[in-house]
Structures are given as C-alpha cells and as structure tokens.
C-alpha cells in the first residue's frame, strides 16, 4: 500500500485539495459574501467535495501514468527508488490510470447532473463535466507519453496543467453562479471579476511550475539524454536554461509587484509586507541557489524551493480573507 500512495503522490494530492478549498472558501466566498451572494445558495459544498475528489482522482491517474511511460528514465535516474516495473507492476500502473480517471469523470457527472436536475442546465452540461474530467486525464496521458519530452511543450503543459487547480474552482462556480441568476450585468461583471482574482493566482502557479520543471529538466538530464529527450538544458545547453529561470523568476516578482500596488481593492501595505517576506526574499534565495547549481542535488533544490514559494503563493487567500472584508 505504501508503494501505491508514493505511486499516486499522497502528499501532492493533498496540496491539490488544500488549494482548491483555499480558493473556494478563502478568496471566492469573501468576494461572494461581500457582493451579497451566498456560496452556498449557488455551489453547495457537497458539489464542492466532488469537485475536489474529481480533481484528486484525475491527478491520481496522471502520476500514475506518468511513472509507467518514464520506466526507462527512472531506471536510469532512480535505480534503486523507482516504483513501476521494480515493486509495482507495469499493466497495474495503467489499471490506476484508468480507475482513477473514471472515477474523476463520474464524479464529474454528478456536478453535471445536479445541474441539469436543480438548475434546470441544457442535458448537455452533464455530459460537458464528464469530458472535462476525461480530456484532462486525456491531456495527461499525451502529456506522458510524449509532450514532455518535446523541447519547451513539455514544461508548458507542466505548468498550464497546475494553473487549472485553481482555475477549475472559478471556472465551475461561475457557470453555477450564470445558472442561477441568469445574464444580468452585475452577475456577469460579478463573474468576470472573481475570475481575474483567481487568475491572479494561476499566473504564480503557473510560473513557479515552469521553473521547478526546467530545474527537474536539470536533475533528469542522464535519463533524458539516453532517450533522446528534448528538454532546455539538452537542446539549448545549461547557461540559456538558467537565463531562461531567471527570466520566470523575474516575471513573476514584477507581476507580483503590480498585483499588490495596482490591483488590490484593499490597503495593500499588509499584502506588501507578504509579498516581501514570502515572494521576494525567497526569490533571492533561490536565485543565489541556481547561480551555484552543479549537482543533481543542487537543481533538486532548487525545485523544491520553487514549488514551496508556489504554495506561499497561494497561502497568500488567507491574507485576502482576512483583509478584503476589513
């Protein structure tokens, strides 16, 4: 049992339901309640569960999926710690893929067919959440087995694929929000504007993604190069790679940067203070860590310390909660 959990990334799937719950009661129910519109009255949690777990199960399924197209890489990269065709089968990884995925469309369903019974939504909807689920844990699959190893697409679809988390949330409420109060202006700006808030968030997702994914580019490379994959550090050698975090890192400080001084309908010396402590300073440290990167190690590192300044990224709904209303 403990080989499958590390096979489905426990931890991650965790962080996966924690984001999204963050967005949902964190950032969009603040939002909601000060525009006088009840979470409750329009995406009732019992939805919220099944989206979550739909989410949970769909990334089950690509980790899974994606460790049974990496065999060879890892037996290379990971000889004595890789999982499938060592302690798990080959065909049993594809079985978790599958399951996986049809219990996140399933759940998908349920959303859809609430929506069709409560709402009275076109029939259509129900069949749009269940493909929603099932092109996602399609696009993992694709991903898997060849996008990641085509230059620069692989790290895009990383990154594109972990800024849907929160995006999914926004995306499902508003279309229940539309349902309910139909096209009227406000609702309609209403939406528009929890979207751009969210966004906001999926941008650093986004972008903190794509920087761990080119350093595990890095950790990877031995494996990478024996199969002739078309990584940054392979196709465009180790200096322009680097420049290329560099440049992510900048871009998401700057974004950051305007966020707190040009967007916040809020004081923004509290979000300053944050940004500062949890964005910039450990944009610097992990800068001053990829200047010196030479191990495998190293990049490790390096990648771990980019995907913790992703999670302060999103820790920062606890600052929007407690300060939007105030």
Sequence with gaps: MKDYLKLVRLPNLVIIALVQLAIFFLVI?????????????????????????????????????????????????????????????????????????????????????????????????????????????????????????????????????????????????????????????????????????????????????????VAIDFEEEKGDRELECHSFPIVWGHTPARVIMFAAIILVNLFCAHVVFRMLPYDPMISLRYYFCAVLAPSIAISFLLAKANTRQDYKNVSLVAYAIMLLSIAYSIVFYISYDS
């Design 29 to 213: 129910t603040p939002v909601s309640n000060v525009a006088g519109v009840p979470t409750d009255k329009v995406f009732p949690d019992a939805l919220l569960v099944c989206l979550v777990l739909a989410t949970v199960f769909t990334a089950a399924g690509g980790y899974a999926i994606n460790d049974y197209f990496d065999v060879k890489i890892d037996e290379i990269n990971h000889p004595l710690t890789h999982l499938v065709g060592r302690s798990i089968p080959k065909h049993t990884a594809m079985t978790v893929f599958i399951v996986c995925s049809v219990l996140g469309a399933v759940l998908g369903a349920v959303i859809g067919v609430y929506a069709w019974i409560e709402l009275e939504a076109p029939f259509s909807v129900a069949f749009t959440y269940v493909l929603m689920f099932l092109i996602i844990a399609g696009i993992l699959w694709f991903y898997s087995s060849s996008y990641k190893r085509i230059f620069v697409l692989g790290n895009l679809f990383a990154s594109a694929l972990s800024a849907l988390v929160p995006m999914l949330v926004v995306v499902c409420y508003n279309f229940f929000l539309s349902m309910k109060y139909g096209a009227n202006p406000e609702i309609v700006d209403f939406s528009r504007y929890l979207l751009a808030i969210v966004a906001i968030f999926s941008v650093c997702v986004f972008l903190w993604t794509f920087v761990a994914e």
